[in-house]
């Protein structure tokens, strides 16, 4: 048996996923597992993680961070693309979760962070409008990131909010590339590139040009960074964001490899993310590889 084949039997065990054993099943480790199952091809294992998902919807249409928790409501973009995803290849899908996909991606486009003024203590430009982790605060890249692939995947790529998204993730790309996990510079210091933000990134910005390089150095960054000793998380968002921008290490399989030896039967999010990885750029996530249906 492969590591994907155990890694799949691992997301089929349970409707919900948590984080760690012993805590409340949560959005991000279920959306990501449903993704996982469907484009892997077990379709008929994916409904039950999909209904969990719409247990957990709200009446506005959010989705909190666990069961137990109904806000914030960040993860909201992952239940979006995890719906999407399914309608393409289960028949029920669109019917069944057809209301939950309308009304989450509605409550996304409504979202907004919270603009600032410009300072010279920060190197970003906080007066683009993203979206924040938390409703009433600043716009962070990671929530950005993942509302734009979930808006970009549900039709709404010319969407102002979706472009102005795109144009805060460059923005707070480093100028030799890379990302941090929301600024580029504090008190005049630039901060230290991270792997996961920026492969996150890269992803939500497939297809798009920074004429300042940035997006390319980025690509360096992530391809200088990565080993058989990089993180499960780590490594699978660099490798997407590296997909989506064409790139594809020679030696992907076995970095994915190493770090499936070192993942526990229990951590359903690196299992659900390095499974996402290894498909490369057959993977759903990447924004050109699904089949846009306007959803507002």
């Known amino acids: 048996m492969t590591w994907q084949e155990s890694a799949l039997d691992c997301l089929s065990t349970s409707a919900g996923h948590a984080y760690r054993p012993g805590t409340p099943n949560a959005t991000e480790p279920t959306a990501l597992a449903a993704l996982a199952l469907t484009a892997h091809g077990r379709e008929g294992?994916?409904?039950r993680a999909l209904g969990w998902l719409r247990q957990q919807q709200n009446a506005d249409g959010s989705l909190g961070v666990t069961e137990t928790q109904d806000a914030p409501c960040w993860p909201t973009s992952l239940a979006v693309l995890a719906w999407h995803t399914a309608r393409g290849t289960h028949p029920r899908s669109a019917t069944h979760f057809g209301g939950a996909l309308r009304r989450g991606t509605q409550w996304l486009v409504e979202q907004r962070g919270e603009a600032l003024d410009r300072t010279p203590i920060l190197g970003h430009d906080p007066t683009i409008v993203g979206w924040p982790w938390v409703a009433g605060t600043h716009s962070w890249l990671e929530p950005t990131a993942w509302a734009v692939l979930a808006l970009r995947a549900t039709g709404n790529e010319g969407h102002q909010r979706t472009q102005d998204g795109m144009r805060l993730l460059?923005?707070?790309?480093?100028?030799?590339?890379?990302?941090?996990?929301?600024?580029?510079?504090?008190?005049?210091?630039?901060?230290?590139?991270?792997?996961?933000?920026?492969?996150?990134?890269?992803?939500?910005?497939?297809?798009?040009?920074?004429?300042?390089?940035?997006?390319?150095?980025?690509?360096?960054?992530?391809?200088?960074?990565?080993?058989?000793?990089?993180?499960?998380?780590?490594?699978?968002?660099?490798?997407?964001?590296?997909?989506?921008?064409?790139?594809?290490?020679?030696?992907?399989?076995?970095?994915?490899?190493?770090?499936?030896?070192?993942?526990?039967?229990?951590?359903?999010?690196k299992w659900a993310l390095l499974l996402l990885a290894a498909l490369g750029d057959d993977c759903p996530l990447l924004p050109n590889r699904t089949e846009a249906v306007r959803e507002t």
């Open 170 to 269: 460059i923005d707070r790309l480093l100028p030799t590339g890379g990302a941090n996990y929301g600024n580029t510079f504090v008190l005049g210091q630039k901060l230290r590139p991270q792997l996961e933000p920026t492969g996150l990134a890269l992803l939500a910005l497939a297809g798009q040009h920074d004429p300042a390089g940035r997006i390319e150095g980025s690509c360096g960054f992530l391809t200088r960074s990565m080993d058989t000793a990089t993180p499960a998380i780590s490594l699978s968002y660099a490798l997407l964001g590296l997909a989506a921008q064409e790139v594809r290490p020679t030696n992907a399989d076995e970095l994915l490899a190493a770090a499936a030896s070192r993942t526990r039967s229990d951590e359903p999010l």
């Open 45 to 47: 294992e994916v409904e």
